[in-house]
């Protein structure tokens, strides 16, 4: 079980197990997808694991019936800015066939995730019905933001959707071994570390790099300089305070390079985040709460990226940060055939947080 890299994607196409109308070209092992028609939550609901339902009835709702009852399409052809507690939903430019026994994972872009932008299918045509039933699908998306200000348009390639017949994690001792072997390399103040000394949990730990980018307050879009919209801190050792909803890049301080038949996902929504430099921290200790990497949580093999990895943040609440703390965990799974000979990502060799105008 994995997700199908471009070659596999480019041979499920010509076999009819998938199809998309008006697609881009592949990704090394994605699909990036446009907002096509963009609509406000005109009337509250609930979204829970993949059903919508309205505050006053547990029913859930299909698509059709959520968009007539709970929604208003807004003209997006010269842009809209999303701001912070409001929430929008999308169809894409592009409508995809799922034939049995696959699925989509649709997740923002890099570019768009470290905006603050969360795209997030709640329409479960991409997902477990599509293992039982060959099917077209226009998936209904949710976008959100994280504690940013963010201008989108119609046609933005905001999310990319991912394709697989399911997923496995790699188990610890598999991990360890990739290690011990120099086929996964994970590198702290320019060392790569040994298998019996590398900080693991369920995942591989990453802790916090000392230099973030804060956001400002500013309009983002992509495309433009966006830059601007942070302003770069170093974290003292004593550590930095921050209020709540504050959203802020980083990066971790290792530096990984991942097998080409594998690909790394980011655990996110991190409430629990620790201390881990120096042991796990005693009695009385309250660890600061971060919603860590909730966007854009997959990340490519040394092909395609090899550096450090970058973090989108939201503070729940007014909450320290200091450099060295645990930042999240890193799992890693396979990929269906090994990428190679493709263009470098755009952040391929990053060191420290930063935004790319270009899209």
């Not at 026994?101 to 019905?129: H, N, P, W």
């Not at 598999?174 to 570390?193: I, T």
């Not at 909803?245 to 290792?254: D, G, P, W």
């Not at 409430?271 to 881990?276: A, E, F, L």
Request: glycine residues 8%; negative net charge.
């Amino acid at each position: 079980m994995a997700i199908f890299s471009i070659d596999d994607l480019v041979k499920l196409e010509k076999e009819g197990r998938i199809a998309f109308e008006n697609r881009l070209e592949f990704q090394p092992f994605s699909l990036n997808i446009r907002i096509g028609k963009l609509y406000r939550e005109a009337l509250a609901c609930y979204a829970h694991q993949g059903s919508i339902t309205l505050p006053w009835d547990d029913e859930p709702l299909g698509q059709e019936e959520f968009k007539d009852k709970c929604l208003q399409e807004v003209d997006a052809s010269k842009g809209v800015v999303i701001t912070p507690g409001e929430r929008y939903f999308y169809e894409p430019v592009e409508k995809l066939f799922l034939g049995r026994g696959l699925f989509g994972i649709v997740s923002s872009r890099s570019t768009y995730a470290r905006m603050g932008l969360e795209s997030k299918c709640q329409d479960e045509s991409m997902e477990s019905r599509g293992m039982r039933n060959d099917r077209w699908c226009t998936p209904l998306i949710q976008l959100t933001t994280n504690g940013t200000k963010v201008e989108v348009a119609k046609g933005d390639p905001v999310a990319q959707v991912m394709i697989s017949d399911g997923q496995t994690r790699l188990l610890p001792p598999q991990v360890l071994e990739l290690v011990d072997h120099g086929e996964l390399v994970v590198r702290y103040m320019d060392q790569a570390v040994p298998y019996d000394l590398l900080p693991m949990i369920h995942g591989v730990v990453l802790t916090m790099d000392k230099k973030i980018k804060v956001y400002n307050g500013a309009v983002l879009r992509a495309g433009t300089a966006a830059e601007g919209g942070f302003d770069t801190i170093t974290i003292p050792k004593k550590g930095l305070i921050l209020p709540d909803a504050m959203f802020f890049l980083s990066v971790c301080e290792q530096e990984l390079e991942i097998p080409d038949h594998l690909f790394g996902e980011v655990f996110h929504d991190d409430s629990t985040i620790r201390y881990i430099k120096h042991g796990l921290p005693g009695e009385g200790y309250t660890p600061p709460r971060i919603r860590c990497h909730p966007n854009a949580p997959y990340i490519g093999p040394r092909s395609i990226f090899k550096g450090k990895i970058a973090f989108e943040n939201l503070t729940l609440g007014c909450q320290k940060i200091s450099p060295g703390m645990k930042q999240s965990e890193i799992y890693f799974g396979y990929l269906s055939s090994t990428i190679k000979d493709l263009k470098k990502s755009r952040y391929h060799g990053q060191t420290e947080a930063c935004i790319k105008g270009d899209q």
